[in-house]
């Protein structure tokens, strides 16, 4: 296969994943592993594969207009396919990206995906309440697209508008989410997107309070009532519980950030009282 596009994937310590994905997708497109500083095998494992490798840093979340921006540059051909190390993509909507590319027909591909945690089918969230199903965005002409509008857990979206192929819901074109998580690795995956998020809410000069807090805490909370009795077991209850934290998190963050009272101002106030505490400490050895 005549190729047309470039394939970009992401990864931090994905020793365990990083050759079944390069085995799969070396196929379709020359790959560029971007590295988040990995300290495992990782890096070793994709040069053995021959992939082309660069580090570049990332919060926790790739959905940032800075990260995007970096690694899309790097890529030598305009048409770029974003992959994730949890995500399978079926050779069918492979092939239209090649087409797209080929042509150039459309600037951005969207495809359903369902999502499998722990190997499960767990209808989490979004799956509840988007009969459709859930959609994303993971090829495109970097050359179109819209930066400004990118914001994490958002659809991704075109400079002009209107030239984004929707292919159908199928499962020849459906991209198959498989999550692996414990609650350490859930807790830590949430904690970046709270950072991430808090972020672009500080620099974007939004708001968000308690209520928008206990409004998406009740929103998960009704979605997690209507999961079938068979699911409410351990996964999905610290889906729950990861879930509540992550919205918590980003208020405390963004406070922080808008408030002044992050790890600076901390620091700042123990330097204080550490000094206060050696002067007290000299005076009261002088008497």
Known sequence: MQKHFTLLLPVYNEENRIERLIDYYSDYGHIIVIDNFSNDSTLTRAK?????????????????AEWVRQALIISPTQYVLVLSSSEFIPPATLKVCSEVARTKSHNMVSTSVVSYTCGSNIQLWDALIKPVGRRIERFYNRDELD???????????????GDILYLPNDPQHTIVHLRDSDLKSLTHKHLNYAAVEANQII?????????????????DLIRYQRL??????????????ARVMLHFSIYFLVREGQDGYGIDYSRKRSTQLWESLVDTARISERK
């Open 48 to 64: 053995e594969r021959g992939c082309t490798v660069v580090q570049i840093a990332n919060n926790g979340s790739l959905q940032s």
């Open 147 to 161: 930066f400004d509008s990118i914001f994490i857990h958002a659809p991704f979206k075109t400079k002009r508008g």
């Open 203 to 219: 620099n974007g000069g939004l708001r968000f309070t308690l209520r928008s807090v206990f409004k998406r805490c009740l929103s």
């Open 228 to 241: 079938d009795s068979s699911a409410k077991g351990l996964v999905a209850s610290r889906e729950l519980w």
